[in-house]
């Protein structure tokens, strides 16, 4: 049972197989038993989810369930979640109990979904291998001495060694689509604005981008119609149309134009996950996809310009952390400035307090010109990067990450060894584009993924082209030894 | 040595909006605290801002009404600093692209002279909360009612050299934004209030001296006594060889003095750069042109058309067009009376001295327009004197009721029954045996002033209820038919 698909659980339910609290209830049972080799759930929602699972069951009894009706699945501890902990990882909101629902929460307790639990992160989302989490790194379940990547490291362990059969997780510089490449399930970061950022707790405003971690690319299309959408709580959503995202995903992909950048195959790639990426690149000419190479000739400007725009925005968006109102607060603060340095001292990471203090820096009086303007510029080339190239082809490919997932503890010193980990996921984030990373391989028994980006909006398209991929291959269906 | 004050004001007006710029909390005054501080006020994570576009209309109501550049793209940027009633640790404001630039306003100074100052910017920007220090010992308390009430805040050029000058410009204003029914200029409850930059030069001087900033001041007065006094400190200073120091200043209104809040070398850095949650404000032709045709009369237009329409004396018209709601009264008094000058009259004296007295705001008044106008139908048709209507105002005051009513009640109804008139006057002129002897041998022309005094004494017998007109009418021929 808990290698069935979203698709395939939804089937099940709807032919009465077994119900959503047997379900819900089974997948709670393994959580019990096999997390603690994980770490992937930071809190688990037993009583919550049975309740959500019973209701579900009646609304499959009735007749009035949705396509989601009564499918598990684990929010990402970032989105809030009314009356239960949102701790994003940090020990500044271990106390927090959020009063409100993330709208994201709001669209899966509509559409009938029932939340296990919230899933380990990196602390306010920041880091790429999970290690930063408050408490404690989540484990890839392909080798538990590795990272599953980050920030939704949790999500995608959770969903590798299956004790959630999809969750939500969060893209500000890769996010999504490097832990689900790192623990070989599928990711998809929307372009900005299509999912409502309202009660997902911002890291960096202009970049962060909710979105589905799952199994499969037909999954992730199940996922994406319940979470997409304009939300009028959130200014930079956008209001367009939602079309349904399950129904292109069989489309042939007869004269699909692919464009390989060359700066994405450059010599510090990992040989062997170039290996791979080309083979994937092989199936979709079989599939009757043309490619060819381009050029994003700014690639290697994304890295410096992500950590001056996410650090400058995060500087701020992490201001309101004060220790006044919520969350943690020091000890016995003798005045107003011992409250403020020592809650936030001692309530925030060293990664997180990292990147307060370079954004402050790059927005300081008399050097916001030359950081904070001029990593505007650039992101501006890379979007004109991308529009270039995406006006000759339909879709770019590549590999998601350089490395294979590597070993808890290996980069934590060598935090820009750290940064580079995302420098081929990053760019889009600056360029607001969507983007997938699907499995295609395995390297010394660690997976690989396949990025494949679109153009603003083109999510259906992407669904379509890994979903044949899919069906061409079955990397996306291996699971970890023992799992 | 001559000195020369140079002065220019930030003042800040409270916009009317039902709702907080950037939530759909109540911007009303009074509440119990933090009852009017919702999710998104209290900067909860996750929570995002939505722009209120009411505010908008209204900032581009003021730009227009000031004759100012529109700006039709403007930014909100974050200004970043801690205080514990600064919920996000940022306020969100219009640092580099206003809504409002460059426009001016005319002022008219007490010796009839009219003066041209500059409006450098007008933006929006949120209200903080309050810190209340003195409630709970040990401890300070937070209200964040007012934490996001729309702010416009209107920048001068420091184009005027007194305070008299600068006492004018605020009153100006003051005059326009209440007309435009944008601020209800209630600036005991800090709806309105003015920061006041400072400085002396000698006269003849290019160079601007070094200013201090007197914050918060929310009254005419006070604005005045702040400058006249923070003139005399700085050419006092200057003249004892000393140098003003560059700070922000408060004035102590019970001792009417300035005094030191901090300097400018301990001033923050704000770190300002644009929201990423709220996207640019973009307006074009036709959405000013709608603005400017729901504009209302402007004080100066409606000064002049007091002048043209009513016969009113330039006094007298700039002051009832300098509050809306004054010049609104007087006009439905005007008319109800049909005699403007009458209205005029009464609205700037009987009624404008209850209010001084009472400290009644015109919006306030006890007696409504309507009321005040059907009184003074009744001494147009002479159903009383000017004397009885002033009793009849003071009880309507009071104790409410229309004109009518009170007269009744009362029985101040005016004598004009010419029989009952003559009968007093015989008994007048009976009783005054030595006045009568007097008046019959005046000079002719000396004798109609003389008849003063029986019509004192007949308008004192019929408790001032006798027809003014009548009286003399029958008082001279009765007298001249005794010479």
């Not at chain 1, 602390?123 to 408490?135: L, P």
């Not at chain 2, 007006?13 to 209290?42: H, M, R």
């Not at chain 2, 609104?328 to 005699?339: G, I, L, M, Q, R």
């Amino acid at each position: 049972m808990f290698d069935k698909t979203l698709a395939e659980l939804a089937q099940g339910l709807k032919s009465g197989d077994f119900s959503s609290v047997e379900l819900t209830q089974a997948y709670l049972n393994r959580i019990k038993a096999e997390d603690e080799k994980y770490n992937s759930y930071i809190t688990v929602t037993e009583e919550q989810a049975l309740a959500q699972a019973k209701a579900a069951d009646e609304a499959i009894a009735a007749g009035t369930a949705g396509a989601f009706t009564g499918l598990p699945f684990a929010h990402k501890d970032i989105f809030c979640t009314q009356g239960v902990r949102t701790s994003c990882a940090s020990k500044m909101l271990d106390n927090f109990i959020s009063p409100y629902n993330a709208t994201v929460v709001e669209k899966f307790n509509a559409a009938g979904g029932v939340m296990l639990g919230k899933t380990n992160m990196d602390e306010f989302a920041m880091g790429s291998s999970n290690e930063s989490s408050f408490y404690g790194a989540a484990k890839n379940p392909w080798n538990t001495e590795c990272v599953p990547g980050g920030s939704s490291g949790g999500s995608a362990a959770a969903v590798a060694a299956q004790l959630a059969p999809a969750a939500t997780g969060t893209d500000t510089g890769g996010s999504i689509r490097q832990p689900a490449a790192l623990c070989g399930i599928t990711g998809l970061k929307p372009t900005y604005g299509r999912v409502s950022r309202f009660g997902m707790i911002a890291f960096a405003s202009s970049l962060d981008q909710g979105g589905p971690m799952t199994k499969t690319a037909e999954d992730a299309a199940m996922m994406l119609n319940v979470m997409a959408g304009f939300d009028k709580h959130d200014s930079t959503s956008v209001d367009r149309a939602v079309p349904d995202y399950t129904a292109d995903l069989n489309k042939p992909l007869d004269g699909l134009k692919i464009g390989l950048p060359k700066e994405f195959f450059m010599d510090d790639l990992d040989s062997e996950i170039a290996e791979r990426t080309q083979a994937a690149i092989k199936e979709f000419e079989k599939l009757g996809a043309t490619v060819k190479e381009v050029s994003l000739p700014n690639t290697a400007l994304s890295i410096p310009a992500y950590y001056i725009i996410a650090p400058a925005e995060a500087s701020s968006n992490l201001s309101r952390f004060d220790g006044v109102r919520y969350g943690y607060r020091c000890e016995n603060p003798v005045d107003l400035e011992d409250l403020y340095k020592r809650s936030r001292g001692e309530g925030f990471g060293a990664e997180v307090k990292r990147r307060i203090m370079i954004g402050a820096y790059a927005l300081s009086e008399g050097f916001y010109d030359a950081y904070y303007n001029k990593a505007q510029q650039i992101r501006r080339l890379i979007r004109d990067d991308f529009a270039k190239v995406l006006s000759e082809v339909d879709v770019i490919m590549g590999p998601t990450t350089p490395h294979p997932a590597f070993k808890i503890g290996e980069k934590t010193s060598d935090p820009v060894a750290m940064y580079m980990e995302d420098i081929f996921t990053i760019s889009l984030n600056l360029a607001g584009l969507p983007g997938m990373s699907v499995p295609c391989g395995t390297v010394n028994g660690l997976p690989t993924g396949l990025q494949i980006i679109g153009d603003y909006f083109a999510e259906q398209k992407l669904l379509n082209v890994a979903h044949q991929f899919q069906l061409a291959t079955d990397w996306h269906t291996q699971s970890p030894q023992g799992i | 040595m001559e000195w020369e004050a140079v002065i220019g004001l930030e003042i800040h007006a409270q916009l009317a909006t039902k709702s907080k710029i950037f939530s759909g909390a109540s911007t009303a005054f009074g509440a119990e605290p933090n009852t009017q501080a919702c999710a998104v006020d209290l900067a909860l994570p996750g929570t995002l801002p939505v722009f209120n576009e009411e505010a908008l209309r209204m900032a581009v109501k003021f730009g227009l009404a000031v004759d100012a550049e529109i700006g039709r793209k403007s930014v909100f940027d974050r200004k970043n600093y801690f205080y514990p009633d600064l919920p996000k640790g940022y306020q969100t404001s219009q640092l580099f692209h206003p809504i409002v630039g460059v426009g001016h306003i005319d002022i008219t100074l007490e010796d009839g002279s009219e003066k041209r100052i500059g409006v450098t910017r007008a933006h929006l920007e949120e209200d903080a909360g309050k810190s209340i220090h003195d409630e709970f010992p040990g401890m300070s308390g937070i209200d964040l009612n007012r934490a996001g009430t729309p702010l416009l805040e209107i920048v001068s050029e420091p184009d005027m050299r007194s305070a008299e000058e600068a006492v004018a410009y605020v009153r100006k204003i003051h005059s326009i934004v209440t007309s435009l029914g944008i601020c209800d200029g209630n600036m005991a409850e800090g709806s309105f209030r003015c920061d006041c930059n400072v400085s002396v030069r000698l006269k003849g001087e290019e160079e601007f001296g070094t200013r201090t900033e007197t914050k918060n001041i929310n009254s005419f007065r006070f604005i005045e006594k702040a400058i006249i006094g923070e003139i005399e400190r700085q050419i006092d200073l200057l003249e004892d060889g000393g140098r003003v120091v560059q700070e922000t200043r408060l004035y102590d209104a019970d001792k009417d003095e300035t005094r030191s809040m901090r300097s400018k070398e301990e001033a923050n850095d704000y770190r300002y750069f644009p929201c990423p949650d709220l996207l640019p404000i973009e307006i074009d032709d036709s959405y000013i042109d709608a603005v400017r045709d729901s504009l209302p009369e402007l004080p100066d237009a409606r000064k002049a058309r007091f002048i043209e329409e009513y016969k009113l004396s330039d006094y007298d018209a700039m002051v009832l067009s300098g509050d809306r709601n004054l010049a609104d009264y007087f006009e439905t008094v005007a008319k109800a009376a049909n005699d403007a000058k009458l209205a005029a009259n009464w609205v700037m004296g009987e009624l404008s001295k209850l209010l001084n007295q009472n400290d009644t705001d015109i919006k306030d008044s006890p007696v409504s327009a309507e009321q005040l106008g059907g009184l003074l139908e009744r001494i147009k048709d002479n159903t009383i004197s000017g004397k009885i209507a002033k009793q009849v105002f003071e009880v309507m005051w009071n104790e409410g009721g229309t004109a009518d009513e009170i007269i009744e009640a009362k029985g101040l109804k005016q004598v004009t029954d010419s029989g009952a008139i003559e009968k007093i006057v015989d008994d007048v002129i009976a009783n005054s045996g030595p006045q009568v002897e007097q008046y019959i041998n005046a000079e002719p022309d000396k004798r109609g002033k003389m008849i003063g005094f029986f019509m004192g004494q007949v308008m004192k017998a019929s408790q001032g209820k006798a027809n003014p007109g009548q009286v003399q009418g029958v008082l001279k021929k009765k007298l001249d038919a005794l010479v």
